[in-house]
């Protein structure tokens, strides 16, 4: 059984990655704990990630913090999709002002 890793979002911009470490400690085993900051700014972003010892824990953390309060905000916790490559899709980012026809 291999480890699991938790999206965890809306998130207190107060909350520390020992405060993650310790709240999600609750439920098992915790790996690592990583909260995402914005490149420009340097300020959280309102969500990281958990990744948690085992796929029971991680389920055990998803049931027992999906939804709570936890530092006045309601988190929310499910498990991380993979990271998709940033190339594949890029069609789409194209679309914008000035690809529906001639500028006049």
């Not at 790996?31 to 085992?54: C, H, P, Q, Y």
């Amino acid at each position: 059984m291999g480890t699991m890793r938790l999206y965890v979002g809306n998130i207190s911009f107060k909350a520390t990655e020992d405060d993650l470490r310790d709240l999600f400690a609750q439920a098992g085993e915790v790996l690592s704990v990583k909260l995402i900051k914005d490149n420009a700014t340097g300020r959280l972003r309102g969500f990281g990630f958990v990744e948690m010892g085992s796929e029971d824990d991680g389920k055990k953390a998803i049931d027992m913090y999906n939804g709570k309060t936890f530092m006045d905000r309601a988190v929310v916790v499910n498990e991380a999709k993979p990271q998709e490559r940033r190339e594949q899709g890029g069609f789409r980012e194209k679309r914008g002002p000035g690809t529906r026809g001639p500028r006049r």
